[in-house]
């Protein structure tokens, strides 16, 4: 029986409470927010709020993009992933979405900025080692290469993960890696060492008006998610199905309607 969950940033224009009210009413087991989402919560307020409405903590978001504050601002970016890894450890999230970062600002090396996000993942993934938070690394489409994400595909993020050697999973987002031939391996070899965490869902749309803010709902694009659900599952994912949707078009409408047509959608990729 797939269980749902709904990543904050679906919600954009609701506070936490009414995100996590939200997901309650819409029959929406798990969310994940963010930590601007909570910057008005100890950790323990905003646990309490997902408890008295009967939803679990599916994850967290986010740390990494080393790169952000440019070559001097290593330890800045450590510090800023520590916090959330803290954060979200006190909060109740056994996973946090480790996204690396994109190219130096101005430099065009790709080798210097993968060497560089790879420098912080090893610090940052010792740090993890000692809570109960486990790294999520999650590889994005290559179009955001240069601005959020060294790490490109599935195979890269595995590779990535056998170098660390400390625990770090990953976070399979159907958008990103939709397109990948080599998708059924990379799933099997992440399986088979213990690191499937998390599945992102939302729809590839043809054409796309935005690179990062024009994902759609299930069923309105090209991702067989129903095929990439069972390759999961057959690997032996058991965890929540994340909704993920950027979209400045669908966060206008009106939130119930929105959630009651998402989880049609739902029920129809992902049959029990
Ligand atoms: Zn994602």
Redesign the pocket.
């Known amino acids: 029986m797939p269980e749902f969950a709904i990543?904050k940033i679906t919600l954009n224009e609701l506070s936490y409470e009414q995100a996590v009210e939200a997901c309650a009413r819409h029959g929406f087991a798990g969310i994940t927010p963010w930590l601007d989402d909570l910057k008005h919560l100890t950790p323990a307020q905003a646990r309490k709020v997902a408890d008295d409405a009967g939803v679990s903590i599916a994850g967290f978001c986010n740390a990494g993009l080393f790169a952000l504050h440019g070559k001097g601002g290593m330890d800045n970016a450590v510090d800023a992933a520590r916090h959330s890894i803290d954060y979200a450890a006190e909060f109740g999230a056994t996973t946090i979405?480790t996204v690396v970062g994109g190219l130096l600002p101005d430099s065009k090396s790709i080798p210097d900025a993968r060497k560089f996000a790879f420098d912080g993942m090893v610090r940052i993934a010792e740090h993890a080692s000692n809570t109960p938070v486990r790294l999520a690394l999650?590889p994005?489409h290559p179009m955001y290469t240069p601005d959020w994400s060294m790490v490109g595909s599935l195979s890269d993020a595995n590779d990535w993960c056998d170098r660390l050697d400390n625990g770090v999973g990953l976070?399979v987002?159907a958008?990103?890696v939709w397109w990948d031939p080599d998708f059924e391996v990379e799933i099997a070899r992440a399986a088979s060492a213990g690191r499937l965490l998390?599945f992102?869902i939302s729809d590839w749309l043809v054409p796309t008006g935005h690179m990062l803010l024009d994902r759609g709902m299930p069923g309105d694009g090209v991702i067989d998610l129903t095929a990439m659900w069972q390759t999961m599952t057959n690997a032996g994912y058991g965890d929540y199905i994340?909704v993920?949707i950027f979209s400045e078009r669908l966060w206008k409408q009106d939130p119930d309607a929105f959630l009651a047509e998402l989880k049609n959608r739902c029920n129809i990729a992902f049959p029990a």
Do not use: A, G, K, Q
């Open positions: 990543n979405v999650e994005l976070t987002d958008y990103h998390s992102h994340e993920e």
